[in-house]
């Protein structure tokens, strides 16, 4: 009855390691919605109170609630953010390597995503 089980360590990135070619960028949009969603439980906002603070349609709010990345823009991503009472900081820095890397950081909880 033992069975071996083959597997693939991830590479941190689930869109990457599903081969998406915009990998970093999809992470960085679920980590920004991540944040705009918890904020949304913590506050206990209703639908339409979304709708109003984020100026988006009752039916956009359900896509918000439900991760939809494609729907929404990096850019309407963070301004949902600052409507929410956030501070979003975008840092441009050299790297070593050939190409650069998105990352997002909640400096609340100290959360990486990159």
């Not at 960085?28 to 109003?52: C, F, G, H, P, V």
């Not at 990345?69 to 949902?80: G, K």
């Amino acid at each position: 009855m033992n069975q071996d089980i083959n597997f693939c360590p991830g590479s941190g990135n689930i869109f990457e390691d599903l081969g998406f070619e915009n990998a970093d960028e999809m992470l960085a949009k679920a980590e920004l919605t991540r944040q705009i969603n918890l904020i949304i439980q913590q506050r206990q906002l209703t639908d339409e109170e979304i709708s109003q603070l984020l100026s988006i349609e009752p039916s956009q709010v359900i896509e918000l609630e439900k991760g939809k990345l494609l729907r929404f823009s990096t850019d309407d991503l963070i301004r949902f953010l600052k409507a929410l009472g956030k501070d979003v900081e975008i840092v441009v820095k050299n790297t070593s390597s050939i190409s650069g890397k998105l990352t997002v950081t909640d400096t609340e909880s100290n959360v990486m995503v990159s």
